[in-house]
Nanobody, 124 residues
């Protein structure tokens, strides 16, 4: 089992950058493929980015390609999401998630563990 805690959210202006972090506790962080999702009130949780066990392969939804970068540091048990050129439509609660069996999946149902989320608000 793994516990996930996100941090780094906040209020920024359009065009600014933020870096989210997701600290994992528990055993064998490197055995989990990881993902970032986001959700706004009244809408389903939306996939943003995913990374495989060793960070060799990444996958992004089209709306964040070229602006967001997912990475991981297995020695520090930490997942990151670097978000550049932020837009008001990026406003959401951002969640990190861990999957025991699927890599680079955009499906929330394939993730086994979730953090509590961190709010990102981008003003215009």
């Amino acid at each position: 089992q793994v516990q996930l805690v996100e941090s780094g959210g906040g209020l920024v202006q359009a065009g600014d950058s933020l870096r989210l972090a997701c600290a994992a506790s528990g055993r064998a962080f490197r055995r989990y493929a990881m993902g970032w999702f986001r959700q706004v009130p009244g809408k389903e949780r939306e996939f943003a980015a995913a990374i495989d066990w060793f960070g060799d392969n990444t996958y992004y939804t089209d709306s964040v390609k070229g602006r967001f970068t997912i990475s991981r540091d297995n020695a520090k048990n930490t997942l990151y999401l670097q978000m550049n050129s932020l837009k008001p439509e990026d406003t959401a609660v951002y969640y990190c998630a861990a999957s025991r069996s699927s890599t680079n999946s955009a499906l929330a149902a394939q993730y086994d563990y979730w953090g509590q989320g961190t709010q990102v608000t981008v003003s215009s």
